[in-house]
T-cell receptor, first 106, second 116 residues
Framework: QKEVEQNSGPLSVPEGAIASLNCTYS??????FFWYRQYSGKSPELIMF????GDKEDGRFTAQLNKASQYVSLLIRDSQPSDSATYLC??????FGAGTRLTVKP | ETGVTQSPTHLIKTRGQQVTLRCSSQ?????VSWYQQALGQGPQFIFQ???????GRGNFPPRFSGLQFPNYSSELNVNALELDDSALYLC???????????????FGPGTRLTVL
């Protein structure tokens, strides 16, 4: 079992829709979780982090954490074509999943 | 754009050679982490340096080594290059150590290494 797992996608949503990205992790003792966005040919950039169970909102982004089920998700509301990128989940800051490629179609 | 810089941008080496990659951290940051990102994969943690000392290492062989200098810039050295070492090498800077340090982890643009 991989330490951090994400669906590779591609995930395609229409402009204005909600994009839902999921991540599961194997280390039950993990306490910190991060979402990064990586545009093609660029380096990852931090979107947000979450430490506590529940939801954390930042603008159009909402991170959701469920430690009992060992999953963390990222919701992107009102998706825009500029959101098209690969989204990376990182556990403990340094253990990354393979990423989910998101395409937002106009 | 972050304040993290890396050099060179691209590099081509042959199997068995040695390579040194360089990273300058963002002003005020004292921690540098190095990652290897193969095509289509997420970054894999190589190691981290905090105040010139190695502060954690991923599952990479000893031929991957590093240094951090008093100004907190850093080098990644890879000896006896193998074809599978071809990847994007990313450095990231942050402040402090422990979980909170990753709350503001900024990546450099990366060095694309090709091993022939």
């Amino acid at each position: 079992q991989k330490e951090v797992e994400q669906n590779s996608g591609p995930l395609s949503v229409p402009e204005g829709a909600i994009a839902s990205l999921n991540c599961t992790y194997s280390d039950r003792g993990s306490q910190s979780f991060f979402w990064y966005r990586q545009y093609s040919g660029k380096s990852p950039e931090l979107i947000m982090f979450i430490y506590s169970n529940g939801d954390k909102e930042d603008g159009r982004f909402t991170a959701q954490l469920n430690k009992a089920s060992q999953y963390v998700s990222l919701l992107i509301r009102d998706s825009q074509p500029s959101d098209s990128a690969t989204y990376l989940c990182a556990v403990k800051g340094k253990r990354f999943g393979a990423g989910t490629r998101l395409t937002v179609k106009p | 754009e972050t304040g993290v810089t890396q050099s060179p941008t691209h590099l081509i080496k042959t199997r068995g050679q040695q390579v040194t990659l360089r990273c300058s951290s963002q002003s005020g940051h004292n921690t540098v982490s190095w990652y290897q990102q193969a095509l289509g994969q997420g970054p894999q943690f190589i190691f981290q340096y905090y105040r010139e000392e190695e502060n954690g290492r991923g599952n990479f062989p000893p031929r991957f080594s590093g240094l951090q200098f008093p100004n907190y810039s850093s080098e990644l050295n890879v000896n006896a290059l193998e074809l599978d070492d071809s990847a994007l090498y990313l450095c990231a800077s942050s402040l402090g150590q422990g979980a909170g340090a990753y709350n503001e982890q900024f990546f450099g643009p990366g060095t694309r290494l090709t091993v022939l």
